[in-house]
């Protein structure tokens, strides 16, 4: 525990949800009112995950411009800071952790106060034969990404390079790209109907052709068996049901799951996806001393009225905010989400918030979906660029349920419109009289959200009841 009048706050965890906490505690309190220690198990902290595939295709210098705050950094801000230190234990009846450094193996426990959990997402890594080989590659943490790296440097100089990545979601497509722009012949394997399974299926098949039309060969309803390897160990080909894929370089690109091991060992409450449930202020549902947030945790979706997990980092930046001021004795609440995601494969843009149609039938929800096509700027102004914009909007209500929107330049950020009124609970009558800035260089008259809106209204009157 701390010291005679200073409270002692554990944090596990040194990436975005952990150390934005630690700094906002440390901001609201000083060293004499609360002793921070904060436990990471790998080489870096505060680092931008969503960066890697950028990093690996050449675009950004890393890792250190993928840093946002050092190690020293943190330290002299009075964080005690503890790298390659793993916990691996946690007794909540007690008050403590049990630590371990990762170079030497020497363990201890450590007591807190107050603890705060930001152990993140493990990569999805399916148990097949070859998974580990040499040349298969998950890409969550910098150390990942400097892993994959080493590997495509020893492959500089091969003929006829050729990759795999399995898997179609946000990772996988930025990966490869990423492997495009190095060089290399790109299959990406993926069980769906179509890439980018955050899309509804005739979104997705936008993204598909785009990517064919890239070079990249898309793989639908492949379901990988095995990764097999040569002589060395070193993979050489993945296996699916129906086939072989030659491979000298594997990405796994299968999403992410809450890394909540230590939690559920503890008896934490845990939802449908495995992640930590909290209340508004991050709390721990039922534990007074304990927080969680980032990857780690589950949030309300505030158009399902459900829990789900989205594992991105401006959330998990927010959620340590919240923490942070609470554990220093001040106050905040992470409402909840709407699912709001971007995405690029080379100049195609890809973007998504609220829900999916699937996702509005699991809830009961009837609906009404609208297309249409438009462009970016005015039609008649230089390098206007098409974009497809697909929303579904509450049938009677007419509230907006979801949009997902694909196109080029100028397209994806666009879905931020659609994420406000989201939140706000608009209707899509309401969209339509939003005054949104308009000049021929940035957008038509009407803007694509709210082209979309328009048709969406027609389509709700049309419904009826």
Not at 304 to 315: F, K
Not at 318 to 327: A, P
Request: net charge negative; proline share 5%; charged share 25%.
């Amino acid at each position: 525990m701390g010291q005679l009048g200073r409270e002692r706050l554990l944090i596990i965890g040194g990436d975005a949800a952990g150390m934005s906490a630690a700094s906002q505690a440390r901001r609201l309190k000083g060293p004499d009112e609360l002793e921070i220690v904060a436990f990471e198990r790998g080489h870096f902290t505060s680092y931008s995950a969503c960066g890697i595939p950028y990093w690996v295709g050449g675009d950004v210098d890393g890792p250190d411009r993928l840093i946002a705050r050092t190690p020293r950094e943190h330290r002299e801000r009075g964080i005690d800071l503890r790298l390659r230190t793993e916990v691996t234990g946690l007794d909540v009846d007690r008050g403590r952790v049990r630590v371990r450094d990762v170079e030497s193996g020497a363990g201890s426990w450590e007591g807190y106060d107050r603890l705060v959990i930001a152990t993140g997402a493990r990569p999805v890594r399916p148990p097949l034969p070859g998974v580990d080989a040499a040349g298969v590659h998950g890409v969550q943490t910098l150390d990942d990404g400097q892993a994959l790296l080493d590997t495509l440097t020893a492959l500089n100089g091969t003929p006829g390079r050729r990759a795999v990545v399995v898997g179609a979601g946000y990772i996988g497509v930025e990966m490869a790209e990423a492997l495009l722009a190095r060089g290399y012949e790109v299959t990406v394997l993926h069980r769906g109907e179509q890439p980018m399974s955050t899309l509804d299926p005739d979104m997705g098949r936008l993204v598909r052709e785009a990517m064919d039309g890239l070079g990249i060969t898309t793989v639908g309803g492949a379901e990988v068996t095995k990764f097999l390897t040569g002589d060395d160990g070193r993979v050489r080909a993945v296996a699916t049901e129906d086939a072989e894929y030659p491979a000298d370089v594997v990405v796994l690109g299968m999403g992410v799951a809450p890394e909540t091991t230590l939690a559920r060992e503890a008896g934490l409450p845990l939802g449908s996806y495995g992640g930590l449930l909290t209340d508004l202020s991050m709390r721990v549902r039922d534990r007074d001393e304990i927080w969680a947030g980032g990857d780690c945790v589950e949030v309300l979706d505030l158009v399902s009225g459900r829990e789900r997990h989205i594992p991105l980092g401006t959330h998990a930046n927010k959620h340590g905010q919240v923490i942070g001021s609470n554990v220093a004795g001040g106050y905040g609440t992470f409402p909840g989400v709407v699912g709001t995601a971007v995405s690029k494969v080379c100049s195609l843009e890809i973007a998504r918030t609220g829900l999916r149609e699937k996702d509005a039938l699991a809830v009961g929800l009837r609906f009404v979906t609208v297309t249409v096509e438009s462009t970016s700027r005015a039609g008649y102004y230089p390098g206007a660029a098409p974009m497809t914009v697909k929303m579904l909007a509450e049938r009677r209500t007419g509230r907006l349920l979801g949009c997902q929107i694909v196109g080029r330049e100028g397209a994806a950020k666009r879905v931020d419109i659609a994420a406000v009124a989201l939140t706000a609970g608009m209707t899509v009558e309401q969209i339509t009289a939003l005054d949104l800035g308009y000049a021929p260089p940035f957008s038509p008259v009407w803007d694509p959200v709210q082209v979309a809106a328009r048709k969406a209204v027609a389509a709700v009157r049309k419904a009826g009841a």
